[in-house]
């Protein structure tokens, strides 16, 4: 009776552990989203707290010629003051976009998240006040609805 007893809290602790790996790929860039989550305010208050660690930051994004920017806000964004945003290099090679396709299937690239509320992920550089080597740009309204 022990051995059964044994075998079945061995066999339930094997499923446990595979169940959570499989999960845990299918939810790394949102774990890892809400993990390093900071806001524009505390990167350009505390610019050495944050300097070469991976951030994501929410923002209005723009992605025209001349302005990659991640604002504070829409108000900001629309006046084009850079004071209060952050510049963005993104890294073209492993650049994911959240959602990756609109609902009829076409392709998405930078362009849709024009002007709109995102999370991107890079390295925050506290000289330059800039996101580097930025590898997801994800549309704000999935994230919020995830919660």
Known sequence: MNRIVSALVLLFFALSSAR????ESSGDAYSDLMLKRVSIVALLANPDKFNDKVV?????????FEDDTLYLN???ADSLIKTNGIGL???EKNLKLIPASKSGGTKIDRNYFNNKLCAVRGTFKADSHTLEDISIVWEDSIVVKKH
Request: glycine share 6%.
């Open 74 to 76: 829409r108000e900001m």
């Open 56 to 64: 994501f930051v929410d923002g209005i994004l723009h992605n025209v």
């Open 20 to 23: 959570a790996k499989a999960s």
């Open 89 to 91: 290099h993104y890294n």
